[in-house]
């Protein structure tokens, strides 16, 4: 159980152009997901998190007219990389925490976007 | 959240069990101690996690000092798949992932 899923694993976009990437709980409710980003050799840096309904809460220095963050339902959160540039190049990854049990985070397989 | 402190990179025998250490000495009250995985171009992976006492599931067990300023990850039986960076995180409900440790496992 408890598997997350992300669309698409792979984009690859033209500068100024934004991208959608799609986070799904597929068989268990979400009522939070967070977005991270990861860059080569680096570790997973927290983007935001974001609760069913609400306005996502953005990590300081994350442009959050930038990275757009829709949390509409219990199974599906979208960030959406807007006017994207080549340093935005990265490993994005969602994960998703259950009702019954909040601390356990369970993360997508990542979506790599290279901006050309 | 309580920083953490690991080794950059640890080797593993297959078949042996692999210990993975972290220390935690600011961790705070009601801070869970958390363990995930990141193999190669994935997203982690949830191992286990713990508050005082010491917790096993099917993948590792998760020793936590009593003082809780360190703790150990153990794989009894280590084998090649379990090649991976190791992340030991303290926090509530947030995960704030430091270097981790790259632990490989070999034949």
């Known amino acids: 159980g408890a598997v997350v899923s992300q669309h698409p694993s792979w984009v690859i976009c033209k500068s100024g152009t934004s991208v959608k990437i799609e986070c799904r709980s597929l068989?268990?409710?979400?009522?939070?997901m967070f977005w991270y980003r990861q860059f080569p050799k680096q570790s997973l840096m927290l983007m935001a998190t974001?609760?069913?309904?609400?306005?996502?809460?953005?990590e300081q220095g994350v442009e959050k007219d930038k990275f757009l963050i829709n949390h509409a339902s219990l199974t599906l959160s979208t960030l959406t990389v807007t006017s994207a540039h080549p340093e935005d190049s990265s490993f994005y990854i969602c994960?998703?925490?259950?009702?019954?049990?909040?601390?356990?985070?369970?993360f997508g397989p990542g979506t790599r976007l290279t901006v050309t | 959240d309580a920083k953490t402190t690991q080794p950059p990179s640890m080797d593993c025998a297959e078949g042996r069990a692999a210990n993975l250490p972290c220390n935690h000495s600011?961790?705070?009250?009601?801070?869970?101690v958390y363990w995930y995985r990141q193999i190669h171009s994935q997203g982690p992976q949830y191992i286990i996690h713990?508050?005082?006492n010491n917790e096993t599931n099917e993948m590792a067990s998760l020793i936590i000092t009593e003082d809780r300023k360190s703790s150990t990850l153990i794989l009894p039986h280590a084998t090649l798949r379990d090649t991976a960076v190791y992340y030991c995180i303290v926090g509530y409900s947030t995960l704030t992932f430091g270097k981790g440790t790259m632990l490989l496992v070999s034949p």
């Open positions: 994960s998703a925490a259950g009702t019954r049990n909040s601390y356990e985070q369970y």
């Open positions: 600011t961790i705070s009250g009601n801070e869970y």
């Open positions: 713990g508050l005082k």
């Open positions: 974001s609760n069913e309904g609400s306005k996502a809460t953005y």
């Open positions: 068989d268990f409710q979400a009522t939070t």
